[in-house]
C-alpha cells in the first residue's frame, strides 16, 4: 500500500502534473523569483505587482522585503478561493510564503553588491518572469496581481502578462514618491521584459496540464 501511495505521488500524465511535479515547480518558481527580486533590490529597481508595492513599502519603512510581500498579499487570497480554487490558492499560498522566507536568507548565501541597474532590470525581469511561468503551469501564482491577471485571462481571454502589465504601469507610476526618473525608467524596462516573458510564453492552449 505504502509503495502503491508512493508511486501515486510521482505518477504524472499529459494533462495533469503530480504532486511532485508541483512541489518542484512551486520551489523552482519562487527560488528564480528570489533571485530575480535580489537583482531589482540590488539595482535599487522598483517592481510591478504586489512584488512593487513590496517594494515601496520596504523603501518607504525600511521593513523587510519578504514581510511586506506576505503581508500585502493577505487580500488577494480570498479571491484566489473563490474564483480559482482551493488547490490553487494552497499552492499560491506556499509560493508566497516560500519566496518570502527565501528573501529574507538570500543575501547571506548571494551578495549583489553592484548591480547596473539596466542590467538588472533586463536580467531581473527575465528571471522573475521565468519563475512565474513555473508557478503559472503549476496552477500557482506570487500573489496579488497575477491572480487577478490568471482570473481575467481565464474569464476574458486577455493575456495574463499584458493585463499585469498595466497594472505595473499604475504601481510604478507611485514610485516618482520614493525614486528618481531614472530608476523609475530602468524599472518600467524591467516590469515591460516580465511581462513579455509571460505574454509570449504563457497560454492556455498551448500548455494543458493541471
Known amino acids: ?10 505518477n504524472s500524465s499529459a494533462d495533469r502534473h503530480s504532486l511532485l511535479d508541483d512541489a518542484q515547480g512551486i520551489v523552482a518558481g519562487s527560488m528564480l523569483a528570489v533571485l530575480g527580486v535580489s537583482l531589482l533590490s540590488g539595482a535599487g529597481l522598483l517592481a510591478g505587482g504586489t512584488a512593487g508595492l513590496a517594494f515601496l513599502a520596504h523603501y518607504a519603512t525600511g521593513l ?19 474564483r480559482l480554487g482551493l488547490a490553487f490558492t494552497i499552492k499560491t499560498f506556499a509560493a508566497i510564503a516560500l519566496t518570502s522566507v527565501l528573501s529574507e536568507f538570500i543575501s547571506g548565501f548571494i551578495s549583489m553588491a553592484h ?14 518572469g521565468a519563475g512565474m511561468l513555473a508557478l503559472f ?6 500573489g496579488g496581481i497575477g491572480i487577478l491577471a490568471l482570473y481575467i485571462q481565464d474569464r476574458l481571454g486577455w493575456r495574463a502578462g499584458f493585463v499585469q502589465l498595466g497594472f505595473d504601469g499604475i504601481i510604478l507610476a507611485l514610485s516618482f514618491f520614493v525614486a528618481s526618473p531614472f530608476i523609475i525608467a530602468c524599472s518600467v524596462l524591467g516590469a515591460i521584459v516580465l511581462n513579455l516573458t509571460i505574454a509570449i510564453n504563457h497560454r492556455k492552449d498551448r500548455y494543458i496540464a493541471m
Do not use: E, Q
Open 1 to 10: 500500500m505504502a509503495s502503491n501511495a508512493f508511486a501515486g505521488l510521482l
Open 64 to 82: 523587510s522585503f519578504g514581510l511586506c510581500f506576505f503581508v500585502v498579499n493577505f487580500p488577494f487570497y480570498y479571491l484566489a478561493f473563490r
Open 115 to 128: 548591480v547596473d541597474p539596466i542590467a538588472g532590470a533586463l536580467f531581473g525581469g527575465l528571471v522573475i
Open 137 to 142: 503551469r503549476h496552477r500557482a501564482s506570487l
